[in-house]
Protein backbone atom coordinates (compact mmCIF):
# COMPACT_ATOMS: atom_id res chain seq x y z
CA UNK A 1 0.00 0.00 0.00
CA UNK A 2 1.23 3.51 -1.03
CA UNK A 3 1.91 5.59 1.74
CA UNK A 4 -0.44 8.93 1.85
CA UNK A 5 1.83 11.71 0.68
CA UNK A 6 0.43 14.04 3.77
CA UNK A 7 1.10 13.99 7.35
CA UNK A 8 -2.61 14.40 8.02
CA UNK A 9 -3.38 11.48 5.97
CA UNK A 10 -0.82 9.13 7.36
CA UNK A 11 -2.28 10.20 10.63
CA UNK A 12 -5.94 9.25 9.44
CA UNK A 13 -4.23 5.45 8.13
CA UNK A 14 -2.35 5.07 11.10
CA UNK A 15 -5.87 5.51 13.22
CA UNK A 16 -7.55 3.49 10.88
CA UNK A 17 -4.64 0.54 11.34
CA UNK A 18 -4.63 0.71 14.94
CA UNK A 19 -8.41 0.82 15.55
CA UNK A 20 -10.58 -0.39 12.75
CA UNK A 21 -13.33 -1.10 14.78
CA UNK A 22 -13.48 2.42 15.67
CA UNK A 23 -13.28 3.39 11.61
CA UNK A 24 -15.84 4.27 9.01
CA UNK A 25 -15.05 3.09 5.18
CA UNK A 26 -16.60 5.66 2.89
CA UNK A 27 -16.68 5.55 -0.84
CA UNK A 28 -18.62 7.21 -3.93
CA UNK A 29 -19.80 5.23 -6.73
CA UNK A 30 -19.89 6.06 -10.14
CA UNK A 31 -16.33 6.67 -10.74
CA UNK A 32 -14.67 5.57 -7.36
CA UNK A 33 -16.56 1.95 -7.14
CA UNK A 34 -17.55 2.15 -10.78
CA UNK A 35 -16.10 2.87 -13.89
CA UNK A 36 -17.62 5.92 -15.55
CA UNK A 37 -19.47 4.75 -18.87
CA UNK A 38 -21.45 6.91 -21.71
CA UNK A 39 -25.11 5.41 -20.15
CA UNK A 40 -25.43 5.55 -16.47
CA UNK A 41 -27.91 2.84 -16.37
CA UNK A 42 -24.71 0.80 -17.86
CA UNK A 43 -22.89 1.31 -15.24
CA UNK A 44 -21.50 -1.24 -12.73
CA UNK A 45 -19.42 -2.06 -9.90
CA UNK A 46 -15.83 -2.68 -10.53
CA UNK A 47 -16.07 -6.87 -10.80
CA UNK A 48 -13.51 -6.82 -7.41
CA UNK A 49 -15.25 -4.26 -5.59
CA UNK A 50 -17.96 -6.93 -3.74
CA UNK A 51 -15.15 -9.20 -2.81
CA UNK A 52 -12.55 -6.41 -1.72
CA UNK A 53 -15.60 -5.13 0.30
CA UNK A 54 -16.79 -8.33 2.11
CA UNK A 55 -13.23 -8.59 2.73
CA UNK A 56 -12.74 -5.21 4.58
CA UNK A 57 -16.26 -4.66 6.00
CA UNK A 58 -16.11 -7.14 9.19
CA UNK A 59 -13.08 -5.82 9.91
CA UNK A 60 -14.47 -1.86 10.66
CA UNK A 61 -16.99 -0.16 12.35
CA UNK A 62 -18.82 0.46 9.31
CA UNK A 63 -18.84 0.62 5.30
CA UNK A 64 -21.17 3.38 3.85
CA UNK A 65 -21.48 3.94 0.20
CA UNK A 66 -22.73 7.58 -0.37
CA UNK A 67 -24.00 8.75 -4.03
CA UNK A 68 -26.13 10.60 -5.78
CA UNK A 69 -28.18 7.85 -7.36
CA UNK A 70 -31.21 6.46 -5.42
CA UNK A 71 -29.94 4.33 -2.80
CA UNK A 72 -31.85 1.18 -5.05
CA UNK A 73 -30.23 1.77 -7.92
CA UNK A 74 -26.85 1.93 -6.01
CA UNK A 75 -27.90 -1.30 -4.22
CA UNK A 76 -28.69 -3.21 -7.86
CA UNK A 77 -25.91 -1.70 -9.71
CA UNK A 78 -23.54 -2.47 -6.88
CA UNK A 79 -24.65 -5.91 -6.41
CA UNK A 80 -24.35 -5.06 -2.43
CA UNK A 81 -27.61 -7.41 -1.78
CA UNK A 82 -26.85 -10.18 -0.06
CA UNK A 83 -23.55 -11.07 0.37
CA UNK A 84 -21.95 -12.51 2.80
CA UNK A 85 -19.31 -9.99 5.28
CA UNK A 86 -21.48 -6.84 3.97
CA UNK A 87 -23.88 -6.73 6.78
CA UNK A 88 -23.07 -3.57 8.40
CA UNK A 89 -22.83 -1.90 4.89
CA UNK A 90 -25.22 0.96 4.48
CA UNK A 91 -26.30 2.90 1.13
CA UNK A 92 -26.71 6.70 1.70
CA UNK A 93 -28.68 7.45 -1.96
CA UNK A 94 -29.45 11.29 -3.16
CA UNK A 95 -26.68 12.59 -1.05
CA UNK A 96 -28.45 11.03 2.32
CA UNK A 97 -31.75 11.72 1.77
CA UNK A 98 -32.30 7.87 1.03
CA UNK A 99 -30.94 4.88 3.20
CA UNK A 100 -30.25 1.50 2.63
CA UNK A 101 -29.23 -0.86 5.47
CA UNK A 102 -28.16 -4.59 4.59
CA UNK A 103 -29.68 -6.30 7.80
CA UNK A 104 -32.89 -5.05 6.50
CA UNK A 105 -32.24 -5.12 2.83
CA UNK A 106 -35.09 -1.82 3.03
CA UNK A 107 -34.78 1.91 2.19
CA UNK A 108 -35.66 4.63 4.40
CA UNK A 109 -36.92 8.18 2.75
CA UNK A 110 -38.57 11.55 3.00
CA UNK A 111 -41.15 12.49 0.60
CA UNK A 112 -39.32 14.22 -3.21
CA UNK A 113 -38.85 17.76 -3.09
CA UNK A 114 -41.83 19.56 -5.23
CA UNK A 115 -39.76 21.17 -7.53
CA UNK A 116 -37.97 18.22 -8.83
CA UNK A 117 -41.72 17.31 -10.93
CA UNK A 118 -42.06 21.23 -11.85
CA UNK A 119 -37.98 20.65 -13.26
CA UNK A 120 -39.15 17.28 -15.02
CA UNK A 121 -42.03 19.25 -16.99
CA UNK A 122 -39.74 21.39 -17.97
CA UNK A 123 -36.95 20.29 -18.86
CA UNK A 124 -37.42 18.96 -22.45
CA UNK A 125 -38.39 22.31 -23.32
CA UNK A 126 -35.23 24.37 -22.16
CA UNK A 127 -33.09 21.04 -24.21
CA UNK A 128 -34.99 21.83 -27.00
CA UNK A 129 -34.16 25.50 -26.98
CA UNK A 130 -30.78 25.07 -26.68
CA UNK A 131 -30.67 22.79 -29.38
CA UNK A 132 -29.39 20.05 -27.10
CA UNK A 133 -32.45 17.74 -26.63
CA UNK A 134 -30.92 14.99 -29.02
CA UNK A 135 -27.78 15.27 -27.85
CA UNK A 136 -28.11 14.66 -24.14
CA UNK A 137 -29.02 12.21 -22.11
CA UNK A 138 -31.70 13.06 -19.29
CA UNK A 139 -31.06 10.59 -16.23
CA UNK A 140 -34.35 10.43 -13.77
CA UNK A 141 -33.36 10.47 -10.47
CA UNK A 142 -36.60 10.52 -8.52
CA UNK A 143 -35.57 13.32 -6.10
CA UNK A 144 -32.96 14.77 -8.95
CA UNK A 145 -33.23 15.06 -12.35
CA UNK A 146 -29.54 14.72 -14.12
CA UNK A 147 -28.20 15.78 -17.96
CA UNK A 148 -25.48 14.18 -19.15
CA UNK A 149 -23.38 15.83 -21.99
CA UNK A 150 -20.92 12.83 -22.89
CA UNK A 151 -22.71 11.38 -25.85
CA UNK A 152 -22.44 15.00 -27.77
CA UNK A 153 -20.49 15.67 -30.12
CA UNK A 154 -18.50 18.25 -28.53
CA UNK A 155 -19.50 17.25 -24.66
CA UNK A 156 -17.69 20.20 -22.71
CA UNK A 157 -19.58 22.83 -25.33
CA UNK A 158 -22.66 21.04 -24.50
CA UNK A 159 -22.34 21.02 -20.80
CA UNK A 160 -21.00 24.62 -20.78
CA UNK A 161 -24.16 25.81 -22.84
CA UNK A 162 -26.49 24.09 -20.73
CA UNK A 163 -25.28 25.55 -17.47
CA UNK A 164 -26.71 29.20 -17.33
CA UNK A 165 -30.47 27.75 -18.43
CA UNK A 166 -30.43 24.82 -16.00
CA UNK A 167 -29.36 26.91 -12.90
CA UNK A 168 -31.87 29.28 -13.82
CA UNK A 169 -34.56 26.31 -14.71
CA UNK A 170 -33.65 25.02 -10.90
CA UNK A 171 -33.70 28.59 -9.31
CA UNK A 172 -37.59 28.87 -10.36
CA UNK A 173 -38.51 25.77 -8.41
CA UNK A 174 -36.44 26.10 -5.36
CA UNK A 175 -33.48 23.33 -6.70
CA UNK A 176 -29.89 24.09 -7.01
CA UNK A 177 -27.46 22.59 -10.08
CA UNK A 178 -24.30 20.65 -9.34
CA UNK A 179 -22.29 20.35 -11.99
CA UNK A 180 -20.10 16.90 -12.27
CA UNK A 181 -18.20 15.04 -14.56
CA UNK A 182 -20.09 16.03 -17.94
CA UNK A 183 -23.51 16.15 -15.82
CA UNK A 184 -25.40 18.37 -14.65
CA UNK A 185 -27.97 17.37 -11.27
CA UNK A 186 -30.65 19.47 -10.64
CA UNK A 187 -31.30 18.80 -6.68
CA UNK A 188 -32.71 19.90 -3.53
CA UNK A 189 -30.61 22.39 -1.83
CA UNK A 190 -28.94 21.73 1.46
CA UNK A 191 -27.87 17.91 0.91
CA UNK A 192 -24.70 17.13 -0.19
CA UNK A 193 -22.19 14.08 0.28
CA UNK A 194 -20.54 16.40 3.45
CA UNK A 195 -23.51 16.68 5.49
CA UNK A 196 -24.39 13.28 4.81
CA UNK A 197 -20.91 11.87 5.41
CA UNK A 198 -20.55 14.07 8.68
CA UNK A 199 -23.86 12.64 10.14
CA UNK A 200 -23.15 9.01 9.67
CA UNK A 201 -19.46 9.57 11.40
CA UNK A 202 -21.69 10.85 14.27
CA UNK A 203 -24.44 8.21 14.58
CA UNK A 204 -21.53 5.33 14.74
CA UNK A 205 -19.34 7.09 17.26
CA UNK A 206 -16.03 6.16 14.69
CA UNK A 207 -12.70 7.97 15.70
CA UNK A 208 -11.25 7.59 12.20
CA UNK A 209 -12.75 7.85 8.34
CA UNK A 210 -11.72 7.18 5.34
CA UNK A 211 -13.48 8.65 2.18
CA UNK A 212 -12.70 8.20 -1.30
CA UNK A 213 -14.23 10.06 -4.27
CA UNK A 214 -13.59 10.90 -7.49
CA UNK A 215 -16.32 14.24 -9.13
CA UNK A 216 -16.83 17.82 -7.48
CA UNK A 217 -19.78 16.42 -6.01
CA UNK A 218 -17.06 14.62 -3.40
CA UNK A 219 -15.42 17.89 -2.69
CA UNK A 220 -17.99 18.85 0.31
CA UNK A 221 -17.23 15.10 1.65
CA UNK A 222 -13.12 15.62 1.59
CA UNK A 223 -14.43 19.32 3.43
CA UNK A 224 -16.24 17.18 6.16
CA UNK A 225 -13.07 15.33 6.96
CA UNK A 226 -10.65 18.52 6.85
CA UNK A 227 -13.35 19.61 9.43
CA UNK A 228 -12.93 16.49 11.17
CA UNK A 229 -9.75 16.30 11.39
CA UNK A 230 -9.18 19.82 12.53
CA UNK A 231 -11.74 18.80 15.74
CA UNK A 232 -9.56 15.82 16.17
CA UNK A 233 -11.27 12.94 14.34
CA UNK A 234 -8.10 11.42 11.78
CA UNK A 235 -9.06 10.99 8.32
CA UNK A 236 -8.13 9.66 4.73
CA UNK A 237 -8.41 11.56 1.65
CA UNK A 238 -8.20 9.26 -1.34
CA UNK A 239 -8.78 10.43 -5.01
CA UNK A 240 -9.81 7.87 -7.63
CA UNK A 241 -8.06 9.97 -10.52
CA UNK A 242 -9.45 10.97 -14.06
CA UNK A 243 -8.28 13.11 -16.09
CA UNK A 244 -11.61 14.80 -16.43
CA UNK A 245 -11.58 16.41 -12.75
CA UNK A 246 -8.33 17.22 -11.60
CA UNK A 247 -9.79 19.23 -8.69
CA UNK A 248 -9.43 15.93 -6.07
CA UNK A 249 -6.17 15.29 -6.72
CA UNK A 250 -4.77 18.53 -4.85
CA UNK A 251 -6.48 18.21 -1.85
CA UNK A 252 -6.46 13.93 -1.15
CA UNK A 253 -3.71 12.40 0.67
CA UNK A 254 -3.25 9.83 -1.93
CA UNK A 255 -4.26 8.87 -5.12
CA UNK A 256 -5.20 6.10 -6.99
CA UNK A 257 -5.75 5.15 -10.80
CA UNK A 258 -9.39 5.00 -10.75
CA UNK A 259 -11.68 2.16 -9.64
CA UNK A 260 -9.44 -0.62 -10.32
CA UNK A 261 -6.98 1.76 -7.81
CA UNK A 262 -9.67 1.79 -5.05
CA UNK A 263 -10.28 -2.10 -5.21
CA UNK A 264 -6.57 -2.32 -4.94
CA UNK A 265 -6.48 -0.28 -1.52
CA UNK A 266 -9.39 -1.64 0.00
CA UNK A 267 -7.98 -4.97 -0.64
CA UNK A 268 -4.60 -3.83 0.97
CA UNK A 269 -6.67 -2.66 3.78
CA UNK A 270 -8.23 -5.93 4.02
CA UNK A 271 -5.01 -7.82 4.44
CA UNK A 272 -3.27 -4.97 6.42
CA UNK A 273 -6.50 -5.81 8.24
CA UNK A 274 -5.87 -9.70 9.14
CA UNK A 275 -8.32 -11.18 6.17
CA UNK A 276 -6.81 -13.69 4.14
Sequence with gaps: MDAPRTAAGREGLAALLARPERSVIALDFDGTLAPIVPDPE??????????????????????????????????????????????????????????????????????????VAGVRSELPGVLETAGLWHDTYVEEKGRAVAVHTRRAPDPQAAFDALRAPLSALAARHGLVVEPGRLVL????????????????????????????????????????????????????????????????????????????????????????LGAP
Design 42 to 115: QARAHPDAVPALAALAPRVASVAVITGRPAGVAVRHGGFAGVPGLEHLVVLGHYGAERWDAVTGTVHAPAPHPG
Design 185 to 272: ELRPPGVDKGVALTEYVRETGAESVLYAGDDLGDLPAYAAVEKLRANGTPGLLVCSASEEVPDLAGRADLTVPGPSGVVTLLKSLATE
